[in-house]
């Protein structure tokens, strides 16, 4: 195994320095997704209906200014009085404070529990965005492999079908043998164009993912791994601390709890304190006494106790004892899922942990096998065609090694995702596995 990776260390490969690494996509996302960018607005507009609750328990100042001009058309009556057109000003300053709202402080408790909701939503997704960083620059290089493989077994099965050409051309071949080869390459070009299409298809999701086209990207190397014996036990112990699928349910049962206690307060009355200013100018004309000024201010204590509703309010707090009751019902359901995700994950990063000792193996026989073919084709005892089957199943080997280890630490990456251990640390180190 150590032969192999120091052979593979000295193969030429196709180095781009222009090619985007995997902190690149990394950076690209952060900026550039669309999902992320709206975590961050539901955040904001968690916040902003935070600070209209808080509002609720400041005093509430109008002012408000009224000018009217009356003409007085017809008037009839047998006092002395004899009213003429007039002129009438307004205005009126008014102060409320509430005094005792007692729902409002659920209420703020409730939006205060939304906005860590949304905190906990923008924290999960940045671990996600890191997650399928990696998932999506794996896929780019899994279908941009293939279709390097593809295009060599392609030239593999055209220097078969030329030589079976010739070969039926001379009577030395039956057709049934020509025909086969034939088919094979006609194959072969068809599975170029569905890995060529397959890595389109990748690019398009990962210009959804980041925003932006991806020219080219770093291959990746074969490494030595470190693989962790995990105890499922500690894992899911830890993951219901920590994962933050868990917070959101218990955060979603605090604010069910919270909003149950909302729609009850509102039962209680309300208590205000209301101050008014009142400035009236009223011309000749428009009173008995002539011209008239008045100034006139008053401070009223307003209480408001509710009676009935027609059963609003009685039916809006079973409706939040309901959605408490299904708030704790998902997160029964959430814990459940999460140990699902851990038995899953961690079964496959133990067996793909064994299926790549297993394809290094083949691997490292397989690159034994093309070097041998490499020094027999060059002493005249190997056939061109049969050193491109060797490089071909070394190839083959080599790109099923590098999947595997790619689907490997993609399961490491998971379990930390699951804990809520995942962070940018370790796209750099993946980053040190790509080749430069």
Do not use: C
Request: glycine share 2%; charged share 25%; aromatic share 10%.
């Amino acid at each position: 195994m150590n032969k192999l990776f120091t052979l593979l260390a000295f193969l030429p490969f196709a180095i781009n320095v222009y090619a985007t690494d995997i902190i690149d996509l990394y950076d690209r996302a952060l900026k550039h997704n669309v999902d992320l960018s709206h975590k961050k607005i539901d955040l904001n507009i968690a916040n902003e209906v935070l600070k209209q609750t808080q509002s609720s328990t400041l005093p509430e100042i109008n002012f408000s200014a009224r000018m009217s001009e009356t003409t007085v058309e017809r008037y009839d009556s047998s006092g002395a009085y004899n009213p003429s057109n007039y002129d009438r000003d307004t205005y009126n300053l008014s102060i409320k404070q509430p005094l005792f709202y007692l729902y409002v402080f659920d209420e703020i408790k409730k939006s205060k529990g939304i906005l860590k909701e949304n905190e906990i939503r923008k924290d999960d997704l940045q671990n996600i965005i890191v997650l399928e960083t990696a998932r999506n620059y794996f896929n780019l290089i899994k279908q941009k492999n293939l279709v390097e493989l593809n295009q060599v077994k392609k030239e593999f099965n055209f220097s078969k079908y030329i030589a079976s050409k010739k070969l039926y051309a001379s009577g030395n071949i039956s057709i049934q043998e020509y025909e086969k080869h034939k088919n094979d390459y006609d194959i072969s070009l068809i599975d170029v164009n569905i890995s060529e299409d397959s890595l389109s298809e990748t690019k398009n999701e990962v210009y959804i993912f980041s925003g932006k086209e991806l020219n080219d990207i770093n291959d990746i190397k074969l490494v030595k791994l470190n693989h962790y014996s995990y105890k499922i036990q500690d894992l899911i112990q830890s993951a219901n601390i920590n994962n933050n699928s868990i917070k959101l349910a218990k955060q979603n049962i605090k604010i069910s709890r919270d909003d149950i206690a909302s729609q009850k307060s509102r039962h209680y009355p309300t208590l205000d304190l209301i101050a008014e200013y009142d400035y009236i100018d009223i011309t000749q004309g428009g009173s008995q006494f002539g011209a008239t000024t008045r100034e006139d201010s008053s401070i009223s204590l307003v209480l408001n106790f509710p009676i009935y509703n027609g059963g609003y309010q009685s039916s809006k707090t079973k409706e939040a004892r309901l959605k408490y009751k299904k708030a704790r019902l998902d997160y029964t359901n959430s814990r459940r899922s999460l140990r699902k995700d851990l038995i899953d994950t961690l079964n496959a990063y133990n067996t793909n942990k064994k299926r790549y000792d297993l394809s290094i193996q083949l691997t490292n026989t397989n690159l034994k096998v093309y070097e041998s073919a490499i020094l027999g084709n060059e002493k005249g005892i190997y056939t061109d065609t049969q050193l491109l089957e060797a490089r071909i199943k070394y190839q083959e080997s080599l790109f099923n090694s590098k999947n595997i280890m790619m689907d490997y630490i993609y399961s490491e990456m998971t379990l930390d995702y699951l804990r809520n251990v995942l962070n940018y640390s370790d796209l750099r180190k993946i980053n040190t596995y790509l080749v430069w």
